[in-house]
């Protein structure tokens, strides 16, 4: 906390929160046992929810983060607000579960660094919040190759 460009309502924050929690419960998680959910805000104030997915093939596994980008892109969305992370061991969130390097620079495409947030929660009480910027610094995005 303590980012000015921070500007997410706590009532939103809460709500993405609780998506995030949700999306948690339908991980397909056979082989890590670590469940991850997100919520995605657009601009437009939707939300779109994701989980990890994984695969017998190890490498073909899909992360919460990006399943939640995937699934807006493709319904038209290109303009996101937020995005909110749960994620731990089974029905235990007790650890911060960041988005991962690879999720990082999937958002890096569709979201500014400096105002985009991402929330990383192990409750609705308890949750570190972040730009895009802070956790993916000096980044490759779209206009690197304009
Ligand atoms: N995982 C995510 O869903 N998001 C991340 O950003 C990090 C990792 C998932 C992938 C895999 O199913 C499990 O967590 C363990 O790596």
Redesign the pocket.
């Known amino acids: 906390m303590g980012n000015s460009q921070i500007t997410l309502s706590s009532e939103i924050i809460s709500k993405l929160i609780e998506e995030a929690l949700f999306m948690r419960t339908r991980s397909y ?1 056979p082989y ?1 046992g ?1 469940a ?1 959910g997100a919520a995605l805000l657009t601009e437009s104030g939707r939300i779109y929810g994701g989980c ?1 997915i ?1 695969n017998a093939a190890y490498p073909v ?1 899909i ?3 990006r399943t939640a980008m995937v699934k807006a892109v493709s319904e038209g969305e290109r303009e996101f607000r937020a995005i909110a ?1 749960a ?1 731990g061991r089974e029905e235990d969130p007790e650890v911060y ?4 390097g690879t ?1 990082r620079q999937f958002m890096r495409e569709f979201c500014d660094g400096d105002t985009f947030i991402v929330i990383v929660a192990r409750s609705k009480e308890d949750y570190k919040i972040f730009t895009l910027e802070e956790l993916l610094p000096n980044s490759f995005g779209p206009e690197s190759l304009a």
């Open positions: 998680i890590s670590f991850v990890n994984e596994t992360c919460a983060e992370v994620g579960s960041y988005p991962c999720c």
